[in-house]
Structure formats: C-alpha cells, structure tokens
C-alpha cells in the first residue's frame, strides 16, 4: 500500500461549490504539506503543518483553508471553487526536526477541474 | 523572496548519452536541495537530497552536486536509458526549516 494517499484522484466541479481534498499517510510523520502544480510554474505551496496542533499558511493560501484531523490525515478545502484553482493538487509529508527541512514523501495527486 | 530556475525545460537525448540538467537558486541562504522524479500521471519520488554543508551526492547513475556561493546545482545522468524518461524537478529548502522552493522542471526524453 502506498505510504501517501489522496482522495479523490480525479474531480470536476462547478464554480461556487465547496470541495474537500483528502491526504493521509501511514509513514508516522509529523510534517503535511499541500501544493498546487500548474503548467510552467512548477509547484507551489498552499499550507503546511508542522504537527496537529500547528497550521501555516503557504505561498498561495488565498481561497484554500485546511483541517489537520490528526497526525497521519491533512484535509484542504476549496471553500467557493473558481476556474483558477484548476490544477494538479498534491500532499507531501516529511518527518522533519526542529529547524531543518527532510526528504519529502508525495502523494500521487488529485487532478481538480473547476468548470 | 527565493526564486529558482531550471534550464532547459526540455531535453531529448539518445539512449546511452551522458546528460546534465541545471538548477539555479537566487537565495544562497538554503538549508538543502533536492532532485525529484516525477512521471506522468504520478507524483513525486525524491531522488538525492544534499545538506548546504555537502557538495554532492551520488545514487547509482545519478550524481547531483551543490555550489551554494553561486546559487547553482547539477544534476548528471550517466548512460541515459528510456527509463529515465520524466520530468525532474530541484528544491531547495528554506533556511526557516520545513518548506520547499520548487523550480518549474525539465521534461527528459531519452530516445531508443
């Protein structure tokens, strides 16, 4: 089973309706990230949490919020989706220490069409 | 703010060819980079991670290496196979700890 999973893999919706995305990952890290790939920009990031009870806000948070429901789930929400926000959406975990960046694990992505 | 740069942002190369891609950073306070895979359809598999402190890292045919003092990595692909075939993507964390700094990729094609 794969250590990063994402759910849906594939949505399409309309503009003004809410979306969840959903991240969990059995590698036991205390770090979630949510990013965005859009063609030619690379990937770009939306929020991260650092454990539970830690939520930052990313390059990109405006229009996105997130829910860390516990160490090993990290959900991001689209609360009015518009056509913008079309874009591969990926979850990355790392296991991290205080002060220093670790290998990041990713998920396999949620494709998101907003119509 | 960091910003970081990868050329080319294609590659197509024949089978057995040596290649090198290219990173470049415009921050050189960084606490690491790292190289990633990614194929189509599928996320991201970490390749090599090097520390500010280290210039290289080696993993089978792969062979990155870190200039901090001039915001520079390679990445160098020895006997380039079809397999090999994907985007490669460099990162660089930040010096606050935790987040990524992603350029935007080069697309390898690996002819047979």
């Not at chain 1, 990230?33 to 939306?46: E, K, S, V």
């Not at chain 1, 518009?82 to 002060?99: D, E, H, K, M, R």
């Amino acid at each position: 089973d794969a250590d990063v999973t994402q759910t849906p893999r594939n949505r399409i919706t309309k503009t003004g309706k809410r979306i969840m995305l959903e991240c969990s990952q059995t590698k036991g890290h205390d770090r979630m990230y949510w990013y965005r790939q859009d063609p030619g920009l690379g990937l770009r990031l939306i929020y991260y949490s650092f454990d539970v009870k830690d939520i930052n806000k990313g390059e990109i948070s405006d229009g996105y919020s997130v829910s860390r429901q516990a160490q090993a789930k990290f959900s991001l929400s689209l609360e009015s989706a518009i056509p913008n926000q079309t874009a591969l959406y990926f979850c990355a975990t790392s296991a991290g220490t205080s002060g220093r960046t670790d290998t990041q694990y990713f998920g396999p992505g949620t494709r998101l069409t907003v119509l | 703010k960091q910003e970081v740069t990868q050329i080319p942002a294609a590659l197509s190369v024949p089978e057995g060819e040596n290649l090198v891609l290219n990173c470049s950073f415009t921050d050189s306070a960084i606490y690491n980079l790292q190289w990633f895979r990614q194929d189509p359809g599928k996320g991201l598999t970490s390749l090599l991670l090097i520390q500010s402190s280290q210039r290289e890292q080696t993993s089978g045919r792969l062979n990155a290496s870190l200039d901090k003092s001039s915001g520079r990595s390679t990445l160098y692909i020895a006997a380039s196979q079809p397999g090999d075939s994907a985007t490669y993507l460099c990162a660089v964390g930040d010096n606050q700890g935790g987040k990524l700094i992603f350029g935007q990729g080069t697309e390898l094609s690996v002819k047979p």
